[in-house]
């Protein structure tokens, strides 16, 4: 399928991708890696599904539920619920020492649940025995540990019991935790090192770190000192 989406692509110029996050093992060539190879899995991060009965699950393909929206606590206690898909807690334990852990993840979670019962299972397509093929540099954005960063100007911000979100378009913003929020009002106006923000967020991971800082720069609300422009 995703050769089919490469060649469509090139050959009638169609702007072609998935929406499926796939395990970073895998692909097996440059090619595809770059084409889809670098999506995270949303659900229950920044996205879930409401069904027709008003069951909420944290993606569509999902059968686990966490609430109803005819419940009393609604939304708000079934996004609360959904917290182990925000954390490391379904990450197959096969994945621990891969360098693409905290984007891959493993894979998607509910196709790794139809084929081996398990949640914290590795996904299906995961192929562990592959040499992992690293995002091109062209293709993703570079993070400078050594440079100084600032939010974008023109950042609109709203806090949230579950922290804020940080908004520049309406594809340009993002949900975060109570301590990037924190972090982003009391430095919107200043330059900073990620190593300033990796301590306000208690991370000692450059993985994590740097995983986080790629995501703001794509959103376009984290940019580099020196640049020109903030489009």
């Not at 995961?126 to 993070?143: A, H, M």
Request: proline content about 4%; hydrophobic content about 30%.
């Amino acid at each position: 399928m995703i050769y089919e989406l490469i060649r469509i692509k090139n050959e009638l110029g169609m702007k072609t991708d998935s929406l499926e996050s796939y395990p970073a093992c895998f692909f097996d060539t440059q090619e595809t890696r770059d084409f889809t190879g670098s999506r995270m899995c949303n659900a229950g991060k920044t996205a879930c599904t409401i069904g027709f009965d008003g069951s909420i699950r944290p993606c569509s393909h999902a059968i686990q539920t966490y609430g109803s929206m005819l419940d009393a606590g609604g939304l708000y206690e079934a996004w609360i619920n959904m917290q182990p898909w925000r954390t490391e807690e379904y990450i197959p334990e096969s994945c621990n020492q891969c360098p693409e852990k905290n984007l891959c993840r493993g894979g998607c979670r509910t196709e790794a649940f139809a084929v081996y019962g398990s949640l914290k299972a590795p996904d299906p397509y995961c192929n562990l025995s592959n040499t992992v093929i690293p995002r091109s540099s062209t293709n993703r954005e570079r993070v400078d540990f050594s440079a100084e960063y600032y939010f974008h100007p023109a950042t609109k911000y709203r806090e949230e019991n579950f922290g804020g979100i940080l908004f520049v378009t309406p594809v340009r913003w993002v949900g975060v935790t109570h301590q990037l929020y924190n972090f982003f009002t009391e430095n919107k106006v200043n330059r900073f090192r990620l190593s300033a923000l990796a301590k306000s967020l208690g991370l000692e991971d450059n993985n994590q770190i740097e995983t986080t800082a790629e995501m703001l720069i794509r959103k376009t609300i984290l940019q580099k000192g020196g640049d020109k422009n903030d489009k």
